[in-house]
């Protein structure tokens, strides 16, 4: 099994800054992408940002400039540093990850989630 646990939300003022981790657990035998994804109240799940093992990322639009995603390979770890967050950046942030598992095709899994709360 694979299980993605991610830390490091909670409540900031606008223009303030967060870090979230999301560690990668289990019988992992590759791992091909790692990514953030958000859902506000009453929005559909977007992608947020994405990197690939080789380290090439890929962001939203909304956080072009703002966002930087980054990765641990030697922990399976994935971070995305959040700076200049906005109230419209409230939400619950989900990480992502295709893996492989010995014997297995890549799938995607998914952690809990971890709530980011921006005040104005």
């Known amino acids: 099994q694979v299980q993605l646990v991610e830390s490091g939300g909670g409540l900031v003022q606008a223009g303030g800054s967060l870090r979230l981790s999301c560690a990668a657990s289990g019988t992992i035998f590759s791992i091909n992408v790692m990514g953030w994804y958000r859902q506000a109240p009453g929005k559909q799940r977007e992608l947020v940002a994405a990197?690939?093992?080789?380290?090439?990322?890929n962001y939203a639009d909304s956080v072009k400039g703002r966002f930087t995603i980054s990765l641990d390979n030697a922990k399976n770890t994935v971070y995305l540093q959040m700076n200049s967050l906005k109230p419209e950046d409230t939400a619950v942030y989900y990480c992502n990850a295709n893996i492989v598992r010995r014997g297995y095709n890549a799938m995607n899994y998914w952690g809990k989630g971890t709530l980011v709360t921006v005040s104005s």
């Open positions: 990197i690939t093992w080789g380290g090439s990322t």
